[in-house]
């Protein structure tokens, strides 16, 4: 089943996004931190933007094998949702797919290419709908703000997200680098702004070394006439 890019028009909205949690490499309290802050500030909508679950089991990089599970990864990503949504249950919620997530599909093809039409998307397998949540390959607000989970590296935080800005020419978030960066400029007389959104997962994971990478997620407003009224990152410190 194909997963579709969204469209969406919003004015007078506050929407909170955050990525990489890696279950189950996730920190608990960055991500017990980003669900309170959900219940505090009552965003309109959230987007979860990719990378959720680590599907750990299904890298093509040497793996330890008491690792998680993929089914456990599941499930720990089911709980996240039913606490986000119990919390907001009015807000919309959107997933975008990250790499991670992709690894499920990748991972059919290269073991058994014939069946990869019979199996679920991972949105499916998640069943993402029981928490009112959608699924998607990007999401676009406006026509004029991107969230999508990113493929743009770079070696410092914000040149992600001035080469991601530079390929769409339009502002956005990404996640993908596990860094906080905002980076904004103006062209044609237009302001532009992209986000680097950082992690929830652990900052001492076991296949790196005290990786360069910073814990938080980014706040987004739209006045009432759908313009891009402010936006910042909040870091989630130490």
């Not at 607000?141 to 991601?164: C, I, W, Y």
Request: with cysteine; hydrophobic share 35%.
């Amino acid at each position: 089943k194909k997963i579709n890019d969204v469209e969406l028009r919003v004015k007078d909205k506050t929407i909170f996004v955050a990525s990489d949690i890696h279950f189950p490499f996730q920190d608990d309290k960055a991500v017990d931190r980003f669900i309170n802050d959900c219940n505090i500030y009552c965003p309109d909508i959230i987007v979860l933007n990719g990378d959720l679950m680590d599907f750990y089991k299904l890298s093509r990089f040497s793996k330890d094998p008491k690792g998680r599970d993929p089914e456990e990864e599941i499930d720990m990503c089911r709980e996240f949702l039913g606490k986000l949504r119990q919390v907001c249950p009015t807000a919309e919620i959107y997933y975008t797919i990250g790499n991670h997530e992709t690894r499920l599909t990748k991972y059919i093809l290269d073991n058994a290419p014939y069946i990869v039409g019979l199996v679920e998307n991972v949105f499916d397998l998640l069943k993402v709908s029981e928490f009112n949540v959608i699924g998607c390959s990007s999401l676009l607000v406006n026509d004029t703000f991107m969230f999508k989970h990113g493929t743009r590296l770079g070696n410092k935080s914000g040149l992600s997200a001035m080469k991601e800005l530079e390929a769409h020419y339009l502002s956005g978030a990404t996640g993908h680098t596990h860094r906080l960066a905002k980076f904004t400029t103006r062209k044609s007389g237009k302001r532009f702004v992209w986000f680097e959104t950082g992690c929830l997962c652990t900052l001492d994971p076991e296949y790196m070394v005290q990786p360069d990478w910073q814990q938080g997620y980014a706040s987004i407003t739209f006045d009432n006439k759908g313009k891009l009224k402010e936006s910042h990152i909040v870091e989630i410190g130490d």
